[in-house]
Structure formats: structure tokens, C-alpha cells
């Protein structure tokens, strides 16, 4: 589906649409914020200059050039305010970790965007072709860089794996090209068919020269990501506040469960934490069964009578599982002997 805008077109998908919407104007980048005096403001022509200004300050290795369908990306996200606020809101709740990974394998941290235009920040994403996680990864791919794909675990789920994955897989793509631009596309559509662009392209390495030879998806791709990149850094100057989900993914050790399957109840009772802390520390796992031998991210403990740790609330569902708690009989009554923690890793922010 095709968007028109004047005599240049938009992947329709980069335009999202909120129900509540009341009016279809996008806010000025003049403007901090939308006041009923001021209000919405037609653009102005000095747009194009604040934003190919505001991303050539963006400290980054990653070269953000400017251009008509880069803005009308950003202009989408400025739109749809809340949902644009809700995933910036994610973002910060995963940014430490991605930084954290990127840095180590020497990825540009910037390239903690990329979440935003790949899966929204939902670690149970999947595409219509299959692929998963935050990262999108498809299995086969997940596989060549040790993600695990079984009926009962998805490794391409978990945030810290998946994304240790995408840094590899990333830096491996940088190494091929020496281009960010160039290994974000092969990213989105594989280092095969950007390598055919290269060549119908005259053997020219700069993204902008081989689009036109890229799939219809990737030539968008990259503006996306460009434009998610500028929202991320100067949301605030548009007016948009970030939603915080009451979520956290600070964890206080490791811990391998047994030689017998279990699953995430009594794995949660034997070890005196709430099903929910399990479930959203441990997104790879399929169902409520969990494999024997299989390594857990284990949360600060909430019945710790020497309260050791801050309690990070969980989410509004936490006082029904903790009444429902009490009542759950164990299936594996010794279960607690047969969990080994192989090594504790308190998570630095």
C-alpha cells in the first residue's frame, strides 16, 4: 500500500495510526511543545535545516544523512504520540542492556534503535514470515549465532541473548562492508541481495547510490531507522514524554535447573519468587514447562526477611498470583535440591 504525498510516495507502514487521533497535522520541530495558544503549527521551512542539524550532532559512527523520506519517518512517528511514546518508553527501559552488549562488540550504541523499527520493543514479536524477539531474528539465522529454537524454549526472545546475537551478527555485517548503512540493509535483507545491489550499482558502497537496487522494504529501512534514531534523541523538543512501562529487567543471579523438567510454579515456590518475576525475566521460555538443565534469570528475591534488595514493583496482576501462591502444591517436592546456581551476576545498570 502506497501513501501519496505530492509528487513522492511512503511505505504506508511508517505511518501509524492511533484510533484517538483528533487531529491529522504533525507537530512543528520548531515548537517544544503543543500549548493551547500556539497549538499545531504547519511546517515551516526552516524544518529541513533544524533536522539535518539536529542529526548531524548525534554523536555517532553511524552517518545520518537527511533527506524528504527520512522526514516524513520522523514525521509519522511525531504523529502518533502515544504509541511513539510508549516504545521510547521501552526503549528506556532496555537501553542499558543494549549499550552495555553493543559496546562490548564494538557496535556503535546508536544501534540500540534498531529494536524500534523492528519489533517495537516487544520481546514476543513475530513477523508474518517468522521472524522473533526484538531483534526479529529468523530461526535459521538465530541458529548460526547460538540462539536456541525448541518446542519449548526461544531463545531469539530473550533480550540479553538475542541481542548479544544481533551484535555479532551486526559487526560481522560492518566488518564485510566498513558501512553502518550498508550493514543495517544487509541486516534487513541479507548480505546477498546487497551485494547484487553493489554490483548493479557499478560496485559502488554507499547506500544511498544502490537503493534503487535494494528490495522495496530495505530502501525504507534505513530511513526508518534514521528517523527512529532522531525521535529517540530529541523526542523532547517535540513535546513527547516517554511512557515507562513498570517493568524491569535487573535480575540477581543465574540459576540451572535440575535434572527433571519442572514447571515456572513450582520452579517459582521452590525458590520463594513469584511465577511472574520468572516468566518476564525468562521470555524464551514457550510455555509454563521448563526443561531440565535449563539456565533461568532469577529475581531480587521479594520474601527476603533481611530485605537485601529493593523490590521493583511487577505489575497489577502481582497481588492475585500471590494470594494463588500459597495454594500451589509442589510436584517436584525435593526440587529445591536439585537446582544448582552456577554462578551469581548482579546486573550493573
Known amino acids: 500500500m502506497i501513501a501519496v504525498f505530492g509528487l513522492t510516495t511512503v511505505d504506508a507502514s511508517l505511518l501509524w495510526q492511533d484510533k484517538d487521533a483528533e487531529n491529522k497535522l504533525a507537530y512543528n520541530s520548531l515548537q517544544a511543545s503543543s500549548t493551547p495558544e500556539v ?18 550532532n548525534i554523536n555517532t559512527e553511524v552517518p ?6 527520512i522526514k516524513r519517518s520522523i514525521l509519522a512517528y511525531l504523529h502518533n504520540k502515544k504509541r511513539t511514546e510508549r516504545v521510547i518508553g521501552l526503549c528506556q527501559v532496555y537501553k542499558p542492556m543494549f549499550d552495555n552488549v553493543l559496546y562490548e ?14 519489533s517495537e520493543l516487544n520481546v514476543h514479536a513475530k513477523s508474518p514470515v517468522g521472524a522473533m524477539g526484538l531483534w526479529q531474528f529468523m530461526e535459521s539465522t538465530g541458529k548460526m549465532y547460538s540462539l536456541d529454537v525448541n518446542r519449548h524454549i526461544d531463545e531469539r526472545k530473550d533480550p540479553q541473548q538475542a541481542t548479544v546475537a544481533a551484535a555479532e551478527f551486526l559487526s560481522e555485517l560492518h566488518e564485510r562492508y566498513d558501512d553502518w548503512l550498508l550493514a543495517l540493509a544487509a541486516y534487513n535483507c541479507g548480505p546477498g541481495r546487497v551485494n547484487t545491489a553493489i554490483r548493479r550499482a557499478g560496485n559502488k558502497k554507499d547506500f544511498w547510490q544502490i537503493c534503487k537496487y535494494l528490495p522495496r522494504e530495505t530502501r525504507y529501512y534505513v530511513p526508518k531507522f534514521i528517523a527512529a534514531a532522531y525521535v529517540y534523541n530529541y523526542y523532547f523538543l517535540h513535546g513527547l514524554s516517554p511512557t515507562v512501562p513498570d517493568l524491569s529487567m535487573d535480575f540477581a543471579y543465574y540459576v540451572t535447573t535440575g535434572e ?31 526443561p531440565s538443565k535449563t539456565k533461568l534469570k532469577m529475581p531480587y528475591n521479594k520474601y527476603d526477611a533481611e530485605d537485601k534488595y529493593a523490590y521493583l ?21 525435593n526440587f529445591v535440591e536439585n537446582v544448582e546456581i552456577t554462578h551469581e551476576l548482579v546486573k550493573i545498570n
Open 64 to 69: 545520518l544523512e537527511f533527506n524528504q523520506t
Open 313 to 333: 514493583s511487577e505489575s497489577t496482576k502481582l497481588r492475585e498470583e500471590i494470594d494463588t501462591f500459597s495454594k500451589i502444591t509442589p510436584i517436584v517436592p
Open 105 to 118: 562488540h564494538n557496535v556503535p550504541t546508536l544501534i540500540a534503535c534498531l529494536p524500534i523499527i523492528e
Open 260 to 290: 527433571e523438567p519442572t514447571d515456572v510454579y513450582n520452579f517459582a515456590k521452590s525458590n520463594n519468587v513469584l511465577p511472574s518475576s520468572v516468566r518476564r525475566l525468562n521470555p524464551a521460555l514457550l510455555s509454563d514447562y521448563i
Open 39 to 56: 497549538g499545531l503549527m504547519e511546517l515551516s521551512a526552516m524544518e529541513d535545516d533544524l533536522f539535518r542539524e539536529r542529526l548531524r
